[in-house]
């Protein structure tokens, strides 16, 4: 690597003279399955195996508590403070063993727009892991790259296990957070994902905080007349499958931002997609982005290299990441407008959420306060059957601010942009999980296509239904999809069960939702289900 980029290093007290900085796709590639940290798929793809995490480790995210975060952030089991001379020790014993090691280091940047582009460099043990950071970060041109200068940094140790004892961690993994040195630390885990949510944890500060600016965990695409249409949800409920649509550009699928300038923007440059039970003929966009250039994370092969998408021997949580331009039908550069419609996805394992139903304001602040979905048996160790799941915003592990404050952005640029918001359940119908079955995905497509077509039409009663629980409007009728579908309670055939099944979920919004009502107004706790009243 040339000298200045060496003596930049430097300053981050690494001393290796094994750096291997910038190298492409196709380099990590093949330095990956020379070393035999992976293989080749049949599709071209790199496969990997992560090691002992397979996902995130929740328990395990610090932020460093200081003057910067000391009165912003919300302390508690989702921002776990660390004390900033223990961050200060682990970060020299991390150090001193990456400089034992080869590294790859990667500049890139975060946020498509240039007015809040955050410039990071990236300091990986493993090749694949900066692999990785190509695929989701965007990748500045060569001209861009003679002058750049990081303001974040990402050190990334999967091999390093700390000492909990002594380091202050939980266990021997750990990411943390430490706003004043502009640095996220991640040791112990091999899971790329951490690499990733850790600068969208940090934008999730720095953007509220300093730029007035709304990030959102959300998928987002454009439409041939400009039209923007935003997808929240969290893993598993089809952010990614839904935004990848043929007839409308992408513009993203997991990070964005929401500016004073209305527009849309995309934090990353590349996809990172779930791949449990993916076929070609369901999800043909992220079928066909898996080819070289992509990495494919702790799935199964056989002798020939053929990925088998359905076999979660390892995880459920089976992934693919791959740079955007992977997909043909992309917005560039990843921008839209103020958004016309935004979807609130949930998977209800309780089948008793219609598939889709229009929201009004206070309702939709309700639920994106409590971003529901559930956990259904086999996800996690003891989940014998539907159990509620509720994520503030849709993505509170990575929210460092009180869930309300981004509520409240949300809620001013909705009335400000005069958005339609959908609820839409990608999960259960005909009952719960275990007895129904899961929502076809061209019924879900079919909603989502009548929503942006203009198809569903403004609210009128002889038009829409209001759930007699959950209070939200539900439509009589949809092009492509069958009438019964439309009514969850009409799919059960059993009305004493649903409605038993129903008021268990109402129940359960509304004891998850008391610790938000001090900072909730009157409007807004009014958009939540009803009392039990079976």
């Known amino acids: 690597m040339n000298i200045s ?9 690494i001393t290796s003279e094994k750096i291997s900085y910038q190298l492409s796709s196709d380099e990590l590639h093949d330095i990956t399955v020379s070393e035999g940290m992976g293989v080749e798929a049949s599709s071209g793809a790199l496969a990997v195996n992560t090691g002992e995490f397979t996902g995130r480790s929740p328990m395990d995210r610090f932020i460093v508590k200081d003057k910067i975060t000391a009165d912003k952030v919300w302390w508690g089991e989702i921002n776990i403070p660390f004390d900033a001379d223990k961050f200060d020790a682990l970060y020299d014993k991390v150090i001193a063993y990456l400089n034992t090691k080869a590294l790859y280091v990667r500049d890139c940047y975060a946020c498509a727009d240039a007015n809040y582009r955050l410039n990071i460099r990236v300091i990986n ?3 694949w892991s900066n692999m990785f950071a190509y695929n989701m970060f965007l990748r500045p041109t060569a001209v861009e790259l003679k002058h750049f200068e990081p303001e974040w940094t990402v050190i990334n140790a999967p091999g390093f296990m700390a000492d909990a004892a002594v380091d202050g961690t939980r266990q021997h993994n750990f990411a943390i957070l430490n706003f004043t040195k502009k640095i996220a630390l991640i040791g112990g885990t091999g899971y790329t994902g951490e690499i990733k949510k850790g600068i969208f944890s940090a934008l999730n500060f720095i953007l509220p905080v300093y730029k007035n600016t709304l990030p959102m965990h959300c998928s987002a695409n454009v439409g041939k007349k400009g039209d923007t249409a935003i997808f929240f949800g969290l893993s598993g409920t089809g952010k990614t499958t839904l935004s990848a649509d043929p007839d409308r550009k992408l513009i993203g699928d997991d ?3 929401w500016n004073n300038e209305n527009a849309v923007f995309n934090f990353e440059g590349g996809c990172y997609a779930k791949v449990i039970n993916l076929s070609q003929e369901n999800e043909p966009e992220i079928y066909g982005a898996i080819k070289k250039g992509a990495i494919l994370e702790n799935v199964i092969l056989d002798e020939q290299g053929v990925v088998d998408y359905e076999n979660i021997s390892i995880t459920q949580n089976t992934r693919v990441s791959y740079p955007i331009y992977h997909i043909e039908n992309i917005r560039q550069p990843s921008m839209g407008n103020n958004p016309k419609n935004i979807f609130f996805l949930t998977a209800d394992a309780f089948g008793v959420l219609p598939p889709i139903s229009k929201l009004t304001p206070s309702q939709a602040a309700y639920h994106f306060i409590s971003g529901y ?5 086999g996800t996690e160790a003891g989940v014998k059957e539907p159990i509620p799941s509720f994520s503030a915003c849709f993505g509170a592990p990575f929210m460092p601010l009180h869930p309300a404050k981004y509520a409240e952005m949300l ?3 909705m009335t400000e942009a005069g958005v339609n918001v959908w609820l839409v359940n990608t999960g259960w119908t005909g009952g719960p999980y ?10 879900t497509r079919a909603m989502i ?17 209001i759930h007699s629980v959950f209070g939200v409007a539900q439509p009589r009728e949809c092009p492509g999809v069958p009438t019964k579908v439309l009514s969850p309670r009409a799919t059960w ?4 069960a649903y409605y038993k099944t129903a008021f268990k979920l109402s129940n359960a919004f509304r004891e998850n939702f008391k610790k938000f009502e001090a900072d909730a107004s009157e409007e807004i706790r009014r958009g939540g289900p009803q009392r039990y009243a079976f």
Request: net charge positive; glycine share 12%.
């Open 449 to 465: 296509t009548a929503v942006l077509n203009g198809d569903l039409g403004r609210y009128t009663y002889d038009k829409y239904h």
């Open 5 to 13: 980029k060496k003596n930049s290093l430097s300053a981050c007290g």
């Open 125 to 127: 043990e493993y090749p």
């Open 434 to 443: 275990g007895v129904g079955t899961r929502m076809k995905l061209k019924y």
């Open 493 to 496: 055939n059993d009305d004493e």
């Open 373 to 377: 979905t559930a956990k259904v048996a």
């Open 255 to 257: 990070e964005h931002g």
């Open 411 to 413: 809620s001013r640029k």
